[in-house]
Every structure is written in structure tokens, then in C-alpha cells.
């Protein structure tokens, strides 16, 4: 896992408390932070639609999920066209509404991605004097033969930090409209 030198006393806190990664020594792990301008319930109602990524994955076009939406639950997920797959089947390992923790691991798919499995966990902040949420995700997942584990951790994350900022924009968007609404 990377260093968690440069995070604040909270974000260390999460990422000790929710985002324990033991990887093996061919696998490459990260955690990546995300301060949103949104309250977390706000949030959660996005990141906890297992079946709807699509709602701020830019890179996902369809998500089809068998059978009820519970722990183990199955979702395909057909890819955008430009990133080097275009299927995957992920599994719902685990969705607590309570602590807004949601985790996901990939079971098949056209893809380089294996044995790769997410943690996602949302926490309270105020963010210039409103409600906000600190999102921490993290990952673990083989190095692909051919690549060293700073490329593959390099690829994940950059995907990552594009959903993460898709997240912010969706949620903050849905924000204002709330803050900017007449109270009736």
C-alpha cells in the first residue's frame, strides 16, 4: 500500500480503520482521497447503487445485475469503448449503509485486472463551512505479466481518481441544487 505520509490525521484514521490490503508479492495496492462538497447520506445514495455505477462512472455504459441486490450479488458491467476491455463481472463482497462502506471485487471479465478488489468508505467533514465527505478508496490487484507493479498501480489509479472526480461533480452538482432550492 502506499505511504500514508502526506494525509491528514482523519484520512489516516479511515484508511487504518477501513483499508487493510495485505498484498502478495505480485500485487500492487494504493488509497486515493477525495474531499466532496456534498453531505455524506447525499453521497452514499450514488457510491451504494451497486447496480447503477453508471451514475458517476464515466466508464461504464451498462450494468446489469442477477438476481437480488445483496452480498455476493453479480454485476456485469459493459465497459466504454477507448479502455483496453469491454466487459466485467464484479461481485458485491460487502454494503454497510451504517458506515457507508462499500466493496467490490472483479470475478471475470476481457480485461488485465486480476484478483482485484476495492474498499470504498464515506466519512463525515465540513468542507468550507457545510457538510462534506471525505471518500477514501482503495485497492489491491495482480501485476500484470509484462508490467511492474508502479504501471499497474499507475493505470488503477488514474481510473479511479477519474471516477472519484466524476463522483464530486455529480454530487456537488445535486448539492447545490438542494442548497439553492426555496424552502417551502
Not at 447520506?41 to 451498462?62: E, G
Not at 467490490?104 to 468550507?128: C, F, K, M, T, W
Amino acid at each position: 500500500m502506499s505511504g500514508t505520509g502526506g494525509f491528514s490525521n482523519l484520512e489516516r484514521e479511515c484508511i487504518r480503520r477501513h483499508h487493510r490490503h495485505e498484498p502478495a508479492d505480485n500485487q500492487c495496492s494504493s488509497v486515493l482521497i477525495k474531499h466532496i462538497k456534498a453531505p455524506v447520506p447525499l453521497v452514499w445514495s450514488l457510491v451504494r447503487r451497486f447496480d447503477q455505477p453508471q451514475k458517476y462512472k464515466p466508464f461504464i455504459s451498462r450494468c446489469v445485475v442477477q438476481g437480488n441486490l445483496e452480498i455476493g450479488s453479480l454485476r456485469e458491467v459493459d465497459v466504454k469503448s477507448g479502455l483496453p476491455a469491454t466487459t466485467s463481472t464484479e461481485r458485491l463482497e460487502l454494503l454497510d449503509d451504517d458506515k457507508h462502506i462499500l466493496s467490490i471485487r472483479i470475478v471475470g471479465g476481457d480485461h488485465r485486472l486480476r484478483n482485484y478488489s476495492s474498499i470504498i468508505s464515506l466519512h463525515s467533514e465540513i468542507i468550507e463551512g457545510r457538510p462534506g465527505t471525505l471518500v477514501v478508496e482503495s485497492f489491491v490487484v495482480d501485476t500484470p505479466e509484462g508490467n511492474t507493479k508502479d504501471e499497474t498501480c499507475f493505470v488503477v489509479e488514474t481510473l479511479i481518481k477519474c471516477n472519484l472526480k466524476s463522483l464530486a461533480d455529480v454530487s456537488e452538482g445535486l448539492a447545490i441544487q438542494d442548497w439553492t432550492e426555496p424552502i417551502v
